[in-house]
């Protein structure tokens, strides 16, 4: 499409007129050339925009879009040789001469052979571009420039369905309920009398998933279920995956490396004599036979257990229900005008002040025939331009009749309309999207990570930010229109996922550029570039690749079954010379081909979690490109590779391996790197200040599950200037203090969690001293006892989270100061942060702790305590309440005021522990103390 051409000709035309660029040119003797090949280019990206509104009507545009495609990214792939060569060059010059001299002469290393291989290139994309360009006086296009433009707004959002977000749907929620809990629809099914098949059926977008996990969540089904599970099935339903998925979010960890039989036995432990819930979202298909496979590995559970499947066929649900399908209609014109008038507007505002943006929205709704998703897709578009002629550009656009299918016209035209609204380099970071396998939770972290490979990371003029931030504005950009769901955050970066439909579009616009290969015999487009390859072993290797010329991603998003083939090395990366990302993570090879050293574009290689890999080949440190490496979980691998301080562009690096210390001439040069991730190194006991001196451009760095890793404080180490924003420390038995060196990043540091450092007694003095700290986060850390004096007058600490920390938690509660206290959290658990936690499961079941109290609520929740404790019926056990009396809290607190109904024990034993922090009051009448406290003449608080 139009978008992507113009995405990456923006790119091409700003590195043809870089200084860097022009003196690499100056040098080769090749100005001339790429004077022309930029002002052709040039020419042709001013119409591009105006090519991608008329292409919907006119197919010629589109052949023609397609072959600038080709030709632009070639021109890319050349331009991106000049880089790999000026990085070599300084290279060189900094590490000396590698390689024997004869072999240079005859490589492209060599000036007279890269000059001569570069030229030829560009006349060859000179050629076909002047060919191409030639055609654009065919279509009337016309010039016209777009401005970089993002929505400043963000509206933070959490993995679970809040009820109030949820309009019209409180019948349907009550009537699903029913079906779980009442004790009559158990004996629907003669055959398994224990085992109830509830089917929600409805077309794409009107909310099924929604509202399972509203039902998923409610009080009722929480106490009435023992267990708990959901599992996003798809079109595969594949039931060996299947099982060990459900296994999976039975026991809220990955388990891998088992055979079906194993997964089946501990299935079958799991599910033995408990009422259990298993959600099965999204089924598309209606094999009976694969569904009885599945359902007689289901047995064992107490009567009462049940399975919810939603689907969007009718057949489906007739095929797999014990019951007839609950269908779910489209929301009521009353229902649907309410939730736009939500989305569409901000919060408090009136809008009702402006009648021409009402009459114009009741327009937009009628397209969206009371379809949740087409609503809160136009909402979200609306909701950050409230100008009427922009209001009705879009109820008036010709994009409504793109689509033909009579369910998706409006759903895929909505969608179309706000991607259509991106500015360019979001529409090309959006398609990217489309590797990712359907139902897949995502991250944050290697989403950007995949945007950074590509290059679509643009920072402005005069701008010196990271390419992460950059990446995280682009992130929360496309969140804030909607394209993602369920984002939550976790620690210092978000997981989230897309909706079936929204996945759908994004495959449906990359279809030419981006393709998920699901079978060997897989036919795709030879135009195709980037691949996620999807549920194979290692020895099916899809036929279609040797088609495929010019691939830039390979990803292997699942864990393969057997290893991959050296076949596949000798044959595919060989190739595949301008691979920028190659994702083999939970592969099982021993050792990895020494030229890996020729991929000079490869920018992104992640290696992590094969547990196989003993040495990586020396030669990887030959990749100048390459920005980010991840060798976390890697258990065998010996040490890191000789001379790994040559990857002069290396911005990320996670590393596991079994060395004592790391050697000098290492890490400590990597002086670009942002992020450092010390994962499991068990046998690690020393971490040099040195490195950590050395390394001025380190923002983040986490240290996890290091066993033997002191971290001593040394009071003669030498303090030195650090950038470091993000500190992360977990599961350091024997770090008793933070290590001095930390001090020099007091003026940067943002955010500092620690978690599982039972041997840790205190925190730096310095720490009140910090400039820019933001949040803390501190758990499980019993010998922590105080904070250091002064931290309660630190002016930009915003939050500070407190878990499994009694000591530190008696300590806090002497505090005096209500700025502070209402900064303090006292929270269950702590979110695991180390790359780890992007490899294990996520229970679809969130821990609903967390909530946002108001001072009248608090209030309401006190006086319920107070009239507890005058009953009789209150019980304090260890300065604290009682087990078991928490839901007597919770039926009077519903009881007296019923808008807390959806207010779970856990919120509210959460906020108990945190008033007994910040009020004298709450923690005396808690430790039975009256001081402080009036009775009336029975003696009543």
Avoid at 254 to 266: H, M, R, S
Avoid at 270 to 294: A, H
Avoid at 701 to 719: G, M, P, R, T, W
Wanted: aromatic share 10%.
């Amino acid at each position: 499409m139009a978008e992507f051409v113009y995405g990456v000709a923006v790119i091409v035309v700003e590195k043809l007129s870089s200084i860097s660029y022009h003196q690499i040119c100056l040098a080769l003797g090749l100005e001339g050339d790429l004077k022309r090949l930029k002002e052709t280019m040039a020419t042709i990206k001013d119409v591009l925009l105006d090519a991608e509104e008329k292409q919907a009507h006119d197919k010629r545009i589109t052949s023609w879009l397609t072959q600038l495609k080709d030709v632009f990214l070639d021109a890319e792939d050349v331009l991106d040789e000049f880089d790999c060569e000026e990085q070599r060059r300084q290279s060189v010059k900094k590490h000396g001469r590698t390689g024997r001299k004869v072999r240079r002469f005859f490589s492209r290393s060599n000036p007279l052979v890269f000059r001569a291989s570069v030229a030829r290139a560009i006349k060859d994309i000179r050629e076909r571009l002047d060919q191409i360009a030639a055609d654009k006086k065919n279509f009337d296009l016309n010039s016209r420039q777009e401005e970089r433009r993002l929505t400043n707004e963000w509206k933070e959002v959490h993995s679970f369905v809040d009820p109030s977000d949820v309009i019209g749907r409180d019948i349907d929620q009550k009537n699903i309920i029913s079906l779980l809990t009442d004790a009559a629809s158990d004996d629907h099914d003669e055959i398994h009398p224990k085992l109830s098949v509830i089917p929600i059926h409805g077309i794409p977008g009107v909310g099924k998933t929604t509202l399972t996990r509203l039902v998923y969540n409610h009080k009722r089904v929480r106490c009435y279920f023992e267990l708990k599970m959901w599992v996003h099935v798809s079109k595969d339903f594949d039931v060996p995956r299947l099982i060990k998925e459900i296994l999976d979010s039975a026991t809220g960890k990955k388990n891998d490396n088992l055979t079906f039989d194993q997964v089946q036995t501990q299935l079958r432990d799991n599910l033995e004599g408990k009422r259990f819930l298993l959600v099965l979202d999204d089924v598309w298909n209606g094999d009976r036979s694969r569904w009885i496979e599945l359902r007689s590995l289901l047995t064992g559970g107490s009567k009462g257990s049940k399975i919810i499947v939603t689907t969007r066929s009718a057949n489906v649900g007739d095929c797999m229900g014990t019951i007839s399908p609950y269908n779910l209609e489209g929301l009521s014109d009353e229902h649907s005008w309410n939730f736009f008038l939500k989305c569409a507007f901000k919060e408090g505002v009136g809008h009702e002040q402006n009648r021409n943006l009402l009459d114009i929205g009741r327009q937009i709704l009628d397209k969206c025939k009371g379809i949740p998703l087409v609503v809160r897709t136009l909402g979200s578009l609306l909701y950050s331009n409230q100008d009427v002629q922009y209001w009705r550009y879009i109820s008036e656009s010709k994009l409504w009749e793109v689509v033909a299918e009579p369910y998706r016209k409006g759903i895929f035209a909505a969608l179309l309309l706000s991607y259509s609204d991106l500015p360019f380099h979001l529409k090309r970071c959006f398609l990217y999207c489309s590797l990712f396998p359907k139902g897949k939770e995502i991250f944050s972290l290697e989403l950007i990570q995949l945007w950074m490979a590509h290059g679509v990371l643009i920072p402005k003029r005069n701008e010196y930010r990271s390419l992460e931030d950059i990446g995280h504005q682009y992130f929360k950009e496309l969140c804030s229109r909607s394209f993602f769901q369920y984002v939550k955050k976790q620690g210092w970066y978000y997981s989230f996922s897309m909706h079936e439909l929204i996945h759908e579009f994004a495959q449906l616009v990359a279809q030419s550029e981006c393709w998920i290969i699901n079978s060997p015999e897989s036919d795709i487009c030879n135009r195709v570039r980037h691949l996620s390859v999807n549920q194979l072993s290692g020895n099916e290797i899809p036929s279609c690749l040797d088609n495929l010329n010019s691939v830039r991603t390979i990803i292997f998003p699942f864990l393969l079954t057997e290893p991959l083939s050296d076949f596949f090395f000798k044959k595919y990366l060989w190739k595949y010379e301008c691979l920028r990302m190659l994702d083999l993570s939970y592969s099982s090879f021993e050792t990895f081909p020494s030229y890996i050293g020729r991929m000079k574009q490869l920018r992104n290689l992640n290696l992590s979690h094969n547990r196989k890999l003993v040495n990586l080949p020396d030669s990887i440190t030959k990749l100048q490109s390459l920005q980010i490496l991840q060798l976390q979980g890697c258990s065998n691998l010996e040490k890191l590779p000789k001379n790994i301080g040559n990857l002069s562009s290396l911005m990320f690096l996670s590393i596991t391996t079994k060395e004592m210390c790391f050697p000098e001439n290492g890490i400590e040069c990597l002086t670009s790197l942002r992020t450092l991730m010390i994962v499991s190194c068990n046998k690690l006991s020393y971490l040099s200040d040195r490195i950590m001196g050395c390394l001025t451009a380190l923002e983040t760095l986490v240290i996890s599950y290091c066993e033997n890793l002191a971290l001593f404080d040394d009071q003669d180490e030498k303090v030195k200037r650090l950038s470091l924003q993000k500190l992360i420390f977990m599961d350091l038995p024997k770090m008793r203090a933070l290590p001095r060196w930390l001090e020099g990043c007091q003026n940067t540091l943002q955010y500092l969690c620690l978690g599982s450092c039972p041997n840790l007694t205190s925190l730096p003095f310095w720490l009140p001293k910090t400039a820019s700290l933001q949040q803390m986060e501190i758990g499980a850390c019993p010998k922590l006892c105080s904070l250091p004096e002064g931290m309660h007058r630190l002016a930009s600490l915003l939050e500070l989270r407190i878990a499994k920390c009694p000591n530190l938690m008696e300590y806090l509660q002497s505090v005096d100061g209500k700025n502070w206290s209402m900064k303090i959290h006292f929270v269950d658990y702590l979110e695991p942060h180390s790359q780890d936690r992007m490899e294990s499961l996520t229970s679809e079941e969130p821990r609903q702790t967390e909530r946002f109290w108001t001072e009248e609520e608090d209030t309401k929740l006190i006086q319920t305590v107070v009239e507890l404790y005058n009953k009789g019926k209150f019980k304090v056990e260890d300065s604290f309440i009682g087990q078991g009396y928490m839901e007597a809290i919770r039926r009077l607190l519903v009881a007296k005021f019923p808008e807390f109904d959806q207010t779970t024990e856990d919120m509210i034993e959460s906020r108990i522990k945190t008033l007994v922090s910040k009020f004298h009051f709450v923690h005396e009448m808690l430790t039975r103390q009256s001081s402080g406290f009036l009775r009336d003449s029975k003696r009543r608080l």
